[in-house]
């Protein structure tokens, strides 16, 4: 229990904004499942448009500090790779 109502407040806000980025998060997830089911299934047309879709999502959670930029990079980096590589 908080002791101070400035403490009081800041469990509140915790609270709504932990809320709030575990929704952004699931949603990362859930996309990155896509690219990853988009490459598995050979489909580089639906690979590259869900990565984009991905890529946007990630870079919208880092800007607003839902997930560290580089996180976001390398998240990214990662799934460009394999992109490329089942391109090939």
Known sequence: MANTKSAAKSARQ?????????????????????????????????????????????????KRGVIHRNVADRRKGRLNRALASAKK
């Open 14 to 62: 915790a609270t709504r904004r932990r809320t709030r980025n575990a929704g952004v998060i699931t949603a990362i997830k859930s996309q990155q499942k896509k690219v990853r089911k988009a490459i598995a299934g050979g489909d580089a047309g639906a690979a590259k448009a869900e990565f984009q879709k991905l890529s946007s999502a990630l870079d919208k959670a880092a």
